[in-house]
């Protein structure tokens, strides 16, 4: 665990580790230091959800270039294009973007608009 990244608000891990395999939980747009959402625009939540899991991911050696598939929530399918944009943004150095999956949810954590959780690899076991 990181405190670079939220503590987590339940009973999971920021992210668990098998072998080579790095299963990171949903990241919402809580800034680790204050513990409450950035701010109530999904635009800014989506890009400290990537800051949240780019520090879950150093701190198990990894990084974004290493991330093979995501999962994205989304409270309101309306803000698709505007989170694809941040998305797109941390992704940039790729030859490819990981694989995705997108869904549309009911409600999220501590009125999160946004989560995202990612599988990645590491070199270090």
Do not use: H, W
Not at 25 to 50: E, K, M, P
Not at 87 to 114: C, G, H, I, Q, W
């Amino acid at each position: 665990m990181t405190p670079d990244a939220p503590k987590p608000i339940g009973p999971y891990n920021q992210a668990v580790q098998i072998n080579y395999m790095l299963y990171l939980s949903g990241q919402i747009g809580i800034n680790a230091t204050t513990g409450q959402l950035v701010s109530d625009d999904v635009r800014n939540q989506t890009q400290q959800v990537f800051y949240n899991i780019q520090a879950v991911l150093n701190a198990a050696g990894s990084s974004l270039n290493q991330v093979a598939r995501c999962v994205v929530l989304l409270l309101d399918m309306n803000d698709f294009q505007a989170v694809n944009e941040i998305y797109k943004s941390f992704f940039s150095s790729m030859e490819d973007y990981p694989a995705r999956s997108t869904f549309a949810v009911k409600t999220l954590p501590a009125n999160a608009k946004v989560e995202i959780e990612c599988t990645a690899y590491t070199t270090k076991e």
